[in-house]
């Protein structure tokens, strides 16, 4: 395969791009935080059947630096039918008041990195009620990331964090190639609703603690063929996930969540984000 510039940054190749983490720089949890909210959802003895109804609210607010990283009302419009279409059928939905878009224009925000002090200001100063909102924040970002999130236990630790923060090229009609149908937010609001990659751990009994997709010892990239050597599966009788939103590959790969990673989520946000659920 041929070289793939992303965010400012040459990779060698897409396999290349994703085994360095295909731009996601969302935080690996630790142990300690692995196993303290497994507790916490085993604790909960509540079924996530009983949740019909998940309204979220994305409040965007899009850095900007010198005529960069302008985001559209129809990027807008586009990003949020990618949001619905992708979680079509799981009782969740998104939406947003355009009245309440936000742009900021600074240069010292708008290259920001994960855990910088350039996040840790923009996120203080322009956040929305994380129990009520999803700060959706759109920026350059450091050369070649395309976004991280941060999932829903940090909620509890430091509020002001929490959100999903996009390259702004990423959403749909972007110009990031290969990244720009708008799954990036996909990926990144899996996380921040409390999914882990489908390739978490590799071949070890962690995984990503959901039963319905196949473990596999690495990410899949590109536009991966079925039953091509089931794709890095850790059982060669089975197929990994080569399509869900928790891998690695191209945008237009990318087209479904598991059952059981909905229920994942739904107990996610029973137990962390209950400011979502419709009454």
């Keep these: 395969m041929g070289k793939l510039l992303v965010n400012q940054v040459e990779f060698a190749s897409i396999q290349q791009f994703s085994k360095e983490g295909r731009g996601c720089a969302t935080a690996h949890p630790n142990h300690y935080q692995i196993k303290r909210n497994d507790d916490n959802l085993r604790a909960m003895k509540v079924s996530p059947a009983t949740l019909k109804t998940i309204e979220i609210n994305v409040q965007f607010l899009h850095i900007t630096s010198n005529g960069l990283g302008h985001i559209t009302e129809p990027m807008r419009l586009d990003q949020i039918a990618v949001l619905n279409r992708a979680f079509a059928g799981t009782d969740i939905s998104f939406k947003y008041l355009p009245t309440n878009v936000r742009e900021i224009e600074n240069s010292e925000w708008f290259n920001m990195d994960m855990g910088s002090d350039a996040e840790h200001q923009a996120k203080h100063t322009l956040h929305a009620s994380p129990e009520r909102n999803l700060n959706l924040y759109t920026a350059g970002l450091a050369a070649g990331l395309l976004g991280w999130a941060t999932f829903p236990w940090e909620l509890e630790g430091d ?50 603690h959901v039963d319905d997709t196949v473990a596999h010892r690495a990410p899949n990239f590109g536009k991966p063929v079925p039953g091509d050597a089931q794709n890095n599966c850790c059982d060669t009788n089975q197929q990994a996930p080569i399509f869900n939103y928790m891998n690695y590959v191209d945008d237009d790969t990318m087209n479904e969540f598991t059952p059981q990673q909905i229920d994942r989520i739904k107990m996610h946000v029973i137990r962390y984000r209950p400011g979502f659920i419709v009454k």
């Design 159 to 208: 509020r002001d964090r929490d959100g999903v923060v996009l390259q702004c090229d990423t959403l749909p009609g972007g110009t990031q190639e290969r990244y720009n149908l708008g799954m990036t937010a996909v990926h990144e609001i899996g996380h921040w609703l409390g999914l882990y990659h489908t390739f978490q751990g590799g071949c070890d009994a962690f995984g990503d």
